[in-house]
Every structure is written in structure tokens, then in C-alpha cells.
């Protein structure tokens, strides 16, 4: 198809999906609806009950492809890590993840 596609019709057709994306645009955004989903779903069910939480949207997991932005993040004192790492422990010392049989 390519061999017989003209210059002017490759271009039409580059502009066209700036208009109206069909290709990876949309394959994120449908990745970024289950993400959220399944997120939303296990901070419903598993969650802290009383915590104040926002929603996830799919926008929230799909990457930016057009402009590679750095955030800068909060750095973590050592209290912070040993706080999150200690949750981690409780977490798992409390069964609520099941090992494998063998």
C-alpha cells in the first residue's frame, strides 16, 4: 500500500489522526479506562474506608507521548520510608495475601 500511496495522500493522511487519532492514541486511552477501573474497584474494596481519596481517571495511566514532562517529587525523609515500608510488612503479616501452592 505504502508504494502506491502519493506524498500529498501520506500527508492528508498525517493530518487526518492529528484529527481524529485511531491508532495508539485510542489503544492507551481504552488501557487507561481498565487501569483506572480496577484501581477505583481495589481502593473501593480494599481501602482505607474513612480516608478521603480521589478517583482515578484513565488520563491518570496513560503516558504522554507529545510532551516528555519531569515532575519533580517530594523528597522522602527516612521517617516517610520507614512508615511506607512498615505498612508494606503489616500488610502481608496480616494474610491478606495468599501464597501459592506448590
Known sequence: MLKELTAQQALEWQIYD??????????DFRMGKQA????N??????????????MTAPKD????W???RVK??????VAEQKS???????????GNVKEKRK
Open 72 to 77: 519533580k517529587m517530594k523528597k522522602q525523609t
Open 41 to 54: 474497584l481495589f481502593r473501593a474494596v480494599y481501602g482505607d474506608k474513612d480516608a478521603k481519596v480521589e
Open 36 to 39: 483506572s477501573v480496577i484501581t
Open 61 to 64: 495511566f496513560m503516558p504522554d
Open 84 to 94: 511506607i515500608l512498615m505498612n508494606m510488612v503489616n500488610f502481608f503479616k496480616k
Open 66 to 68: 507529545g510532551r516528555q
Open 18 to 27: 492529528k484529527l481524529d487519532p485511531v491508532g495508539d492514541w485510542r489503544e
